[in-house]
């Protein structure tokens, strides 16, 4: 999805407005001609009808037909154009071009009922950009809106066709990867942040190097059971991710019994890191495995 806006231009309106206006204006003056033809072969020249009167009339209704069928045409066309438009507003990121959170919702039931049914992994990517705020603090809104545009960028060209990117809300995106596992979703993570790292948004104050994210990662029916225990947990994740200072992390949740350790080689989990955490910083009061 490009990111041009969906909204209708003042000058669509008027050439709409015109069309319009010109066939409703042919199909009264076709209309009037042939009540004022019959009323005058009736009431001024009863003559009998001739070949030429059975001529006129069918020459007025032809031309009468053709501006209604013209008319119909362009209606239907008009309502086509005007149907895909307003879907594209009502699931498109004005902003970057992408889904936004109503989009989200609708493609990950999809998704998720049909992972349901066969038995496929589905595997979601919830991502916050770190230092946003700073960013719209010390350079304004503008270079935010560039850092939200880029990113939806990144995201396009780290994702297959088959793949959804979002935006959740804020500096918030989620990527949906239908049948892939968590751990091929780290390839996704790690392409994500590598090319983040390297971009490069030109902005009214100068330019900015490289983007950062934290990134959780879950899988149906891996970690979570249900449509929104799998976003839910992608998210903490996230979040724990943040607090770990990792670029990101896969899910260790069970989505039926207590969280367990679990073997994903070199990759770390949300154990692993709390663990981790904990065991770095013993002054740290609140911190638990939990």
Excluded: W
């Excluded at 959780?216 to 992608?234: M, Q, T, V, W, Y």
């Excluded at 607090?243 to 994903?264: C, H, N, Y």
Aim: proline share 2%; charged share 25%; net charge neutral.
């Amino acid at each position: 999805m490009g990111g041009k806006k969906r909204s209708i231009k003042l000058g669509e309106l008027r050439n709409i407005k015109a069309r319009i206006v010109f066939n409703f204006t042919g199909l009264s003056l076709i209309s009037m001609m042939i009540i004022s033809y019959i009323g005058v072969r009736v009431f001024i020249l009863p003559d009998k009808i001739t070949f030429l009167d059975f001529l006129m009339l069918c020459v007025f209704a032809m031309a009468s037909l053709m501006m209604a069928v013209a008319q119909i045409h362009f209606l239907r066309q008009l309502i086509t154009r005007s149907g895909k438009r307003i879907e594209d507003m009502t699931y498109t990121d004005e902003l970057t071009g992408i889904g936004n959170r109503r989009h989200v919702a609708r493609f990950l039931d999809e998704e998720f009922a049909e992972a349901e049914l066969a038995s496929h992994p589905l595997s979601v990517l919830f991502i916050d950009l770190n230092k946003f705020k700073q960013i719209n603090d010390q350079l304004g809104h503008a270079a935010g809106d560039a850092v939200l545009r880029e990113f939806a960028k990144v995201l396009r060209g780290s994702t297959r066709d088959t793949d959804f990117v979002g935006r959740a809300g804020g500096d918030e995106f989620v990527v949906i990867l239908p049948g892939t596992s968590a751990e091929f979703a780290t390839v996704v993570a790690r392409r994500i942040t590598e090319k983040a790292a390297l971009a490069k948004i030109a902005h009214e104050s100068g330019a900015i190097d490289g983007i950062s994210a934290s990134i959780g990662i879950s899988e149906f029916p891996k970690n979570a059971a249900s449509r929104n225990a799998l976003i839910e947990d992608a998210d903490r994740t996230m979040y724990a991710a943040k607090f770990a200072g990792v670029k990101f992390l896969l899910s260790d949740s069970q989505p039926d019994s207590a969280p367990e350790q679990a073997e994903r080689g070199h990759v770390t989990t949300l154990s692993d890191t709390i663990k981790n955490v904990v065991e770095s910083a013993p002054a740290v009061k609140g911190c638990s495995n939990a």
